[in-house]
């Protein structure tokens, strides 16, 4: 079975087409020198502004002040007229109109202005590359990707891009279907990001996974899926994760254990999911929490129509037998409490936990554990986390979730998603 992008709700594309737009401006704001500091700058250079366009461009650059845009653009306008202008006369006139036409959104043309302030050759080193970042901000804004990549890649290879115009450029080839140069320019700005001491964008993990998706490569989104839950621990990640494991997955123990996972990230949003973890629950002898866990998926409204006869039958089959354990519990937790060997003192405190009593749980399997003999050492760390975590003892729960790791013959699967688990805890 493969699974798709929108198993879990993600449109990167979508989200994206208006960011580049709003990035283009940002990128302007943030780089761009005003027009009254460039006519400074000029005059200390050798090369000025000709007399033949003094008037224009003395009138234009009070227009900019002013914030009068299309006045400037009309006598930028009047001065490109004029005959015997030199490169540098063209450089200012259409970096000025370049300014303009931003203040005025007219992004289009504010690109073709700068791309010929660009092609006379009189920038500056030190401008041409801040220029040439502009261009390939104000090209993706306005999603002419081709020539956003070229630039991009200008930028990126100066070693000015940040890890925000890196990931420009991996959404660029995403949206032109390149998913391999998509997934590079995605991790060269994860770890610029990372270099910067930044979280790395969501978006850029959305992309990877979409990739993987489209070629229905499991292995890869359940990697991306993991590294997307480490950013952000969102439920939806969870899901894609948990059923590509499940999917593989023909124990019925290591099934519950994924089960529970999913339950306790609130990630289970299918009936049927709580119908079977209901059922396999009930036959490890845990039918309170199996009565828990179905009472949610009836009260949440998820049981499909067609399943409801059957779900409340056992429902009302899991709830006698639940009575019956609560009955007992003083009895088994005598018995538990003389035995020499831990696995009865464990087993009580996944009762426990079942019928909600976290703190008796976690003294009842913290007591087995101390005893030894433990038939099943991975469920019994696993209950006395998730109570820890009920109990909002998070740190505790984190080294509880640990001791995963010293389990003889945990299978590396298990050990993975729960280790997952336990980085998450608290957040």
């Not at 990035?23 to 000029?42: N, R, T």
């Not at 008037?55 to 009047?78: D, F, G, H, P, R």
Request: with cysteine; hydrophobic share 40%; proline share 2%.
């Amino acid at each position: 079975m493969t699974h798709s992008i929108s198993d879990i709700g993600c449109r990167p594309a979508k989200s994206w087409a208006g960011y580049l737009s709003v990035a283009a401006m940002l990128a302007l704001v943030c780089l761009w020198l005003s027009p009254q500091a460039v006519w400074s700058a000029e005059k200390k250079e050798s090369q000025q502004i000709s007399r033949v366009i003094a008037k224009e461009m003395t009138a234009a650059q009070k227009a900019l002040q002013a914030s009068q845009w299309a006045e400037a653009i009309k006598n930028l306008e009047a001065a490109e007229t004029k005959s015997g202008i030199n490169a540098f006369d063209k450089k200012t006139i259409y970096d000025f109109k370049g300014f303009a036409y931003v203040k005025l959104n007219n992004l289009k043309a504010a690109e073709q202005a700068y791309e010929v302030a660009l092609t006379t050759g009189a920038y500056s080193p030190e401008d041409a590359a801040k220029t040439t970042r502009m261009l390939f901000r104000l090209s993706a804004g306005n999603q002419q990707y081709a020539k956003a990549a070229e630039y991009g890649k200008q930028v990126a290879e100066s070693g000015a891009a940040t890890a925000d115009d890196l990931g420009i450029l991996s959404q660029i080839y995403y949206l032109q279907k390149d998913c391999k140069s998509s997934g590079q320019w995605a991790d060269k700005a994860i770890a610029a990001a990372r270099k910067a001491g930044d979280a790395p964008k969501e978006n850029l993990y959305q992309f990877k996974l979409q990739c993987a998706s489209d070629a229905g490569d499991t292995g890869a989104m359940a990697a991306v899926s993991m590294d997307l839950i480490r950013l952000t621990n969102k439920t939806n990640y969870w899901n894609t994760l948990l059923r590509i494991e499940r999917q593989d997955e023909r124990d019925d123990r290591n099934t519950l254990m994924i089960y529970r996972i999913m339950y306790n990230t609130n990630s289970m949003n299918a009936d049927t999911d709580y119908i079977e973890m209901a059922q396999l629950l009930a036959d490890a002898a845990l039918p309170g929490e199996a009565q828990t866990v179905l009472e949610k998926a009836m009260s949440s409204g998820v049981i499909k129509d067609e399943h409801k006869e059957r779900t409340t039958r056992l429902l009302n089959s899991l709830k006698a037998r639940a009575d019956a354990d609560r009955k007992g519990l003083a009895s088994f937790d005598a018995e538990a409490t003389k035995n020499p060997g831990g696995e009865l003192a464990v087993k009580l405190g996944e009762v426990y936990y079942g019928f909600g009593d976290y703190q008796k749980s976690v003294d009842s399997i913290s007591a087995g554990l101390q005893k030894g003999q433990i038939k099943h050492l991975d469920e019994a760390y696993v209950y006395l986390g998730l109570a820890e975590v009920q109990l909002k003892s998070f740190a505790e729960a984190k080294r509880t979730f640990a001791n995963l790791k010293i389990v003889p013959n945990i299978s590396p699967r298990i050990l993975k998603l729960w280790s997952l688990y336990g980085e998450t805890v608290g957040r």
